[in-house]
């Protein structure tokens, strides 16, 4: 009976011995994870101050820009204003008879020398393209040298 109950007490120590280990690595892990929340809580804060110090940032420099274009907004008006009595208005210049011939001359080129290419038509394209803008391009400059001279001796 002895026998039996040193068995008995020493079988218990070992099983509460291994208990209190269980209980102290739960606890450690209760630990650490804590650790980890708050962590995480501290990166998540960091993370959304500097968000919002960037959307500060860009609000500053929409400001600034919209100031910027209110200010030349005012100066062009007020340069309007004062420069529309001293100047007149000149009428914009369209494209020249030159321009016109050579762009038209390529469009018609290119679309010639690909219906009559048999084989390549990129290629025929490309080429009746470049004569026609050359074409057009010469026939445009004829067209402008005329209007010149019309110009000059009125």
Do not use: F, P, Y
């Amino acid at each position: 009976m002895k026998k039996l109950a040193l068995i008995l007490v020493s079988a218990l120590a070992i099983a509460s011995c291994k208990n209190a280990a269980k209980e102290q690595a739960e606890a450690e892990q209760a630990k650490q994870a804590t650790i980890d929340s708050i962590r995480m809580e501290v990166a998540a804060k960091q993370a959304e101050e500097a968000r919002q110090k960037t959307i500060d940032s860009m609000k500053v420099v929409a400001e600034r820009q919209r100031i910027q274009r209110q200010q030349v907004i005012a100066s062009n008006n007020a340069s309007t204003t004062t420069s529309s009595t001293t100047t007149t208005t000149t009428q914009k210049k369209g494209w020249s008879n030159t321009a016109k011939g050579a762009v038209i001359g390529a469009g018609v080129g290119a679309v010639t020398g690909a219906v009559v290419s048999k084989r390549k038509k990129g290629e025929g394209a490309l080429i009746g393209g470049a004569a026609g803008a050359i074409l057009g391009a010469g026939v445009g400059s004829v067209v402008d040298e005329k209007k010149k001279k019309e110009a000059a001796g009125q």
